[in-house]
């Protein structure tokens, strides 16, 4: 049986209710931020931070700058999973959320080009790198929080709060452009309107912040630090010393979710409107009924992860995402508004069953004194070779080509890499949290 946290185990089920709320809340705000800056990147950074380059030359280094902030991620993952290991996961939740914010608000204030010369594309790649610090430590936080104030049997439920943010996040962020988009000129649209929606996270990170710090620290974490499980002074060695299989693992599990999620949500901007000349509207909009799927569909896979298994559900989605690689780029091709929508719905199915139970398994993968550390690490690796990679090289593959086939292997694949990562995990629906065990890997 799931053990109960020491919190919902008393009957505080408030405290379980408040972590989930400070955990969606606050993941969405933090991943709002960071698409903001995909969604720039794929439709306006290029004319306005390197204007001196081709469009293609244009569009590949301001996704660039944006493979930056994955370059940045473990970290920021390393550094709050120390202090979150060691300290607390609401304090790394807290300051990881600052820094995004901080640093989403300067993006939405820096000149362009134009105005200070070769210093604005250094600035925003080194900006670029603060976000991913910020991004870095916030996920795996955010996943325990929720995992851990889980009552009985509902931790994949519980740790679907933070994975729900990232489309949230996205649907904010699609809102954000394609309301600036509408309420514009082209004209304006590249003068000012694209920095609203950066300036407006100041509001979002304010809120986030107020609910965040009201939050009270995990139970699980709190039970460790009495038995004295928590004083690991460098968990992450502890972690590479005794679970680097099981990090790998986890890693590879990740890619082809976190490389399709990108194309899904970037590089499918870029390749619409500059390859294939469709409006920029219908692109957001598709990419916005995608995000609403993807939102609506991640609590029911969770849910159900609950009730059949954690492995049993990624093998789903990751199966999934293999079949609809290889007809995604095929339906955009046509053009048809009608086939582009349902190819993003296809792809959104996928990626939800994939994601939906992916907090509750990797918190379940890893004792509690390196379980940040080990959540956060494998969780960043895998953005990395995913995507941070993905839409460079899918943008550099069609450029090549002269087509979509070459990125139609390339997605299938990293699909195929990651379904033999998911097939090597055991389930761990049943691990005990409070436990200190070793990892459930597949023949550890």
């Not at 300067?106 to 010369?117: C, E, R, S, Y």
């Not at 550099?396 to 097939?423: D, H, K, M, N, R």
Request: one cysteine or more; glycine letters at 10%; charged letters at 10%.
């Amino acid at each position: 049986m799931q053990n109960a946290s020491p919190a919902v185990a008393t009957g505080d089920r408030s405290a379980a209710r408040r972590a989930v709320t400070s955990s969606f809340l606050g993941t969405t705000i933090e991943w709002y931020d960071f698409f903001l800056y995909g969604s720039a990147a794929a439709l306006i950074f290029g004319p306005q931070f390197f204007p001196a380059l081709s469009q293609t030359a244009a569009t590949l280094a301001a996704l660039g700058t944006f493979a930056v902030g994955f370059l940045a991620r473990p970290l920021g993952g390393v550094v709050m999973a120390h202090y979150g290991d060691r300290l607390g996961r609401k304090t790394s939740l807290v300051a990881s959320l600052a820094l995004m914010g901080a640093a989403t608000v300067l993006i939405g204030l820096l000149p362009n080009f134009a105005t200070i010369g070769v210093a604005a594309p250094v600035l925003l790649t080194v900006l670029r790198f603060v976000q991913g610090i910020g991004v870095g430590g916030e996920w795996g936080g955010a996943a325990l929080m929720a995992v851990e104030h889980a009552p009985p049997g509902r931790r994949g439920l519980y740790g679907s709060a933070p994975q729900m943010g990232v489309p949230a996040g996205l649907v904010l962020a699609t809102l954000a452009f394609l309301g600036m988009t509408l309420l514009t000129s082209p004209e304006q649209f590249a003068s000012w309107g694209w920095r609203v929606p950066f300036l407006a996270s100041a509001l979002l990170i304010v809120i986030a912040l107020a609910i965040r710090l009201r939050v009270e620290e995990s139970p699980v974490f709190v039970a460790a630090e009495r038995r004295g499980e928590t004083r690991e002074h460098t968990p992450v060695l502890e972690l590479l010393r005794r679970h680097k299989r099981t990090v790998a693992i986890a890693a590879g599990s990740f890619i082809a979710t976190n490389g399709i999620g990108y194309l899904f949500m970037v590089y499918t901007l870029s390749y619409g409107t500059s390859q294939l000349q469709v409006p920029r509207g219908v692109m957001l909009s598709a990419v916005l009924v995608g995000a609403l799927v993807w939102f609506a569909l991640i609590p029911v896979y969770a849910g159900l992860s609950d009730r059949i298994g954690r492995r049993r559900v990624y093998l789903i989605g990751s199966w999934s995402l293999l079949v609809w690689s290889l007809v995604y780029f095929p339906l955009l091709d046509t053009r048809a508004p009608v086939l582009i929508v349902l190819a993003v719905i296809g792809m959104a199915n996928g990626l939800a069953a994939a994601y939906a139970p992916q907090s509750a398994l990797f918190a379940e993968l890893f004792p509690t004194g390196v379980r940040y550390s080990g959540s956060s690490l494998a969780y960043q690796v895998g953005a990395i070779l995913g995507g941070g990679l993905a839409p460079l090289v899918a943008t550099a593959l069609q450029e090549a080509a002269g087509a979509s086939w070459p990125v139609t292997i390339y997605v299938a694949g990293i699909c195929v890499l990651s379904l033999v990562c998911v097939l090597a995990f055991r389930e761990t629906r049943t691990v005990e949290l409070a436990a200190a065990t070793e990892v459930v890997v597949a023949r550890e």
